[in-house]
């Protein structure tokens, strides 16, 4: 032990630690801590964060406050530390870990569920040891967390762990201080531990332990269809090398055309099936392990599978296991693959072999949530998987996949990530705010619904929870409004939502607030888009913000979509400057299912009536809807104003063929800028003009004149892919000249992007880099998607601010100068 300068007197101190401190062994790590430095004391968690007492020389004292900042854990993670001189505690002899006091205002964050550590993997890999190949091990390093916890302190007790009573063995590591399992609440083992076992589609038991991962890895091998009980929930599983297989369960689970994750054994397996730079290994290779966009190699070892797994984009979405189960059932899965000799072909004579590739796709059906419990599954998954492999440890909170890629955007910090969907490994640690404050709720958005609750200066913004069409999700989401609510230990003193009225969550909030007699607050939805990045960046004062995505109802009763904003969230106010050029969606919502209609409508609103020498790409198979719906622009019948930038790329992808009706969200969009890597894409750099008409107020970007662009190349026989490239590189210039024509005119440097047309990755890569060319700093997101999923945040941020006293609504003296 350290030979600390002795004093006349000990010295006791207290620490209160706040920040993700619970479930990643940090009470363990401060009683070994303690004892290397020959201290006395005590640490148990409290409503106010872990409180460490502490006793002995002040230079080991000292020593030990250095030490409990700079040696931590690998998954804790400090925000807070208070220290506070105490009495000497006479005759202490020992340090000791102490039970938990609950209570309200909890400052400990729970951690996020982490992928099985080096350690435990060594465990199982020891044909000795007892842990051989169980799919439950884990410890203070790895292993579940979220999504087993019911409530704090987060103690066994509190975790669906409860039910399992340590055995002798798994006892003493729990009480061992020098053991990594000490205090480890999910510790278990094959004596006291969770059992698995493989069902069949009746639920009947086929298999039971090892036994059940290698009947289910055979089965795979096979081609069939596996629902496999994970850590936030079910998966639907089959060989990603086997197009029939594929095929099979996109038509089971009704997914058409929507890209099919993937899982691979290693970094290895990835790099042979996608291009993978540093960074995305990176990200790839984390604790979080969350599902990583890259572009797939090609030709491809999948073969013919890939146009099934990823048919409208040129990135697939890899991931490595994080479970023990997953582990062990790609140790069986390739040995059964090998005696069963690989499915497929690859993709021509330049393709390697295929490494073993499962895909491993939310368990439920379209639109509804992912299942989590065993009779759950078995009801609605029978008609989609052949064999159910199952477990008994409860899963409590419901949490996908996340999904994220690279961007290389030319910030100075480097290629950073942008999340698709946040939700297992990441959810629920919180985006940090510039300042604290009272606690609001944000109920967030219709489509890729998050709820937020701020405590202090954190937002925490619950994991994807879904579109809010069927009574599934919206059960789904009140259970999260609710378990927020406990495990931070807050109650809300407002409520925020989105200005439609018609929302599932528009209802939730008023209802809430209305029981609880709370403030309510509607937000925009594209303010809440500029909001939510502002808040994530910790940026106050004004921006120049640019919200470009689907459809949103607007203030003025339109559908807005491609907006450029003067926002401040200091006063707080804000005001439209700018948008693209409005048109009509003939039909409302079938215009979004069917973006034809949309390019149409750009043709109306251009003057263009009928086809002029090239039939249309739509008239074919819609030729009597087309004339319908040329009838309804003529008459505005059903046909609402938006100035949308997403019906814009569906009316580009329409118009170009390459697609007419979309079987998922942004689907026409997706493909639209995949097709600039085809023929004639990267090979032009010129770009479409897009003039921005300042005359009036608010300002419009003329997107008409884009598209009459597009449309004239198209009708000259232009390659789809040139068009499609010029497109988004005139795209990108436009609107880069409108943020810098805005900033001169207000005297502003930073513009806010965001919204989901922000997930195209040549507007995520190529706008800041144009911002920055032109003097402006961009801020993005990196926390939160910068779709509808970062929108709770938003609207939470925009009520602090309202609270605090702020005016709300228009911004004036902002503008100098015309533009």
Sequence with gaps: MPDHASTPSPLRRRFVVTGA?????????????AREHALTGSVRN???????????????VDAFGHDLLHRLPPLARIVSCARAELEAVPGETAFA??????GQGHNVLISPDTATCADCLADMDDPAGRRHDYPFTNCTNCGPRYTITRSVPYDRATTSMACFPLCPDCAREYADPGDRRFHAQPNACPVCGPRLWLADASGRELASGGEAIAAAARALAGGALLAMKGLGGFHLVCDAADARAVALLRERKHRYGKPLALMVADRQAARALARLDAPALAQLTAPARPIVLAPARRPSPLGPALALLAPDTPELGLMLPYTPLHHVLFKRYAEARARAGAPGQPDGPGAPPCPPALVMTSGNLSSEPICTGNREALARLAGVADIFLLHDRDILVRCDDSVLRVVDDGAPDGPGPQFLRRARGFTPAPVF???????VLGAGPELKATLCLTKGDQAFVSQHIGTMENLETSGFYQEMAAHLQDVLRVEPGAVAHDLHPDFMTTAFAREYAAARGLPLFPVQHHLAHIHAVMAENRFDGAVIGLALDGTGLGEDGTLWGGECLLVDNQEPCHERLGHFSPVRLPGGEAAIREPWRVAQ???HALGVAEPRGRPWPWLAAHGPASALVARMLERELNSPLTTSCGRLFDAVGAMLGIKLVAAYEAEAAIALESAQYGPGGQDDESGYDVPLRGAA??????????????LADWEAGVPAGTISRRFHLGLVRGLADMAAAFAAATGLDHVALSGGSMLNRTLATLLPRALRARGLEPLVHRALPPGDGCISLGQAALALR???GGPGGTCHGHLSTPV
């Excluded at 705010?433 to 606690?439: F, I, M, V």
């Excluded at 107020?697 to 597009?710: K, R, Y």
């Design 697 to 710: 107020q608010p300002a419009q970007l003329d997107t008409l004149a884009l598209f009459a662009q597009v």
């Design 97 to 102: 870990i102490l039970a938990s006091t609950a």
């Design 46 to 60: 409290t409503p106010e964060g872990v409180a460490v007492e502490v006793q002995g020389p002040s230079g080991a």
């Design 601 to 603: 409508a750009f043709l």
């Design 21 to 33: 401190v619970q479930g990643v062994g940090f009470r363990p790590f401060v009683h070994r801590l």
């Design 802 to 804: 309202l609270l605090e």
């Design 433 to 439: 705010l510039s300042r604290p404050g009272p606690t």
